[in-house]
């Protein structure tokens, strides 16, 4: 999805969401489309993650601590639905429990992940580059998507890299900021529409 062209993004995340996967992955993809949120992040939310209108991702790649994501309107019935009756440390995507073994290197995410590539490869959505194995549309498309979303809603990039976990670049963001106010990111999660039907 990377060098599509906007029109394409948005028709490949529309076929995605309107074809027909299992209930969790609708979920999952809809959770992913409008937070920007990596697939492993969003596979480990617990009920307590999911709290006071927001998302606290844990901590992914560079990120040094867990970070708070507004809940978009469009998402409260999903988080509401699946947080509905557990205690706080259960997760709300129990279909995919993480590995048995400690000692596996594979993330929590890997058969939410594999489960996804059998769903895109079943409504079509499966661009290959000549000669190369993998596909160029993945999960993370799903955050490219949200971060073109947000930028065409004209908001701040400063504010989408807070909101999906960037870095902020240069001195004055990078280093003197604080972060944005939550109200901000709310604003740029709000901003974002899925391309549905």
């Not at 992955?25 to 969003?42: C, E, P, S, V």
Request: with cysteine.
């Amino acid at each position: 999805m990377a060098s599509l062209t906007v029109r394409q993004l948005d028709d490949e995340v529309k076929r995605l969401l309107n074809g027909p996967a299992a209930p969790e992955m609708h979920d999952l993809m809809r959770i992913a489309a409008l937070t920007g949120a990596r697939l492993d992040a969003i596979v480990c939310l617990r009920a307590k993650d999911c709290k006071d209108g927001n998302f606290t991702f844990k901590p992914q790649k560079k990120e040094t601590s867990s970070r708070l994501c507004p809940i978009h309107p469009a998402l409260v019935e999903i988080v509401e639905r699946r947080t509905s009756g557990l205690s706080d440390d259960d997760s709300i995507f129990p279909e995919w429990p993480p590995a048995k073994s400690r000692k596996t290197l594979r993330e929590h995410s890997f058969k939410a992940s594999n489960h996804f590539t059998d769903y895109r490869r079943k409504v079509g959505v499966d661009e290959r580059r000549e000669g190369s194995r993998r596909a160029r549309v993945n999960f993370h498309s799903f955050r490219r998507w949200f971060i073109t979303a947000a930028e065409r809603a004209d908001q701040p990039e400063s504010i989408i890299a807070a909101v999906v976990g960037h870095k902020r670049q240069g001195m004055t963001l990078g280093v003197y900021s604080g972060g944005p106010l939550l109200e901000q990111a709310r604003r740029c999660v709000e901003a974002v529409k899925l391309p549905i039907d």
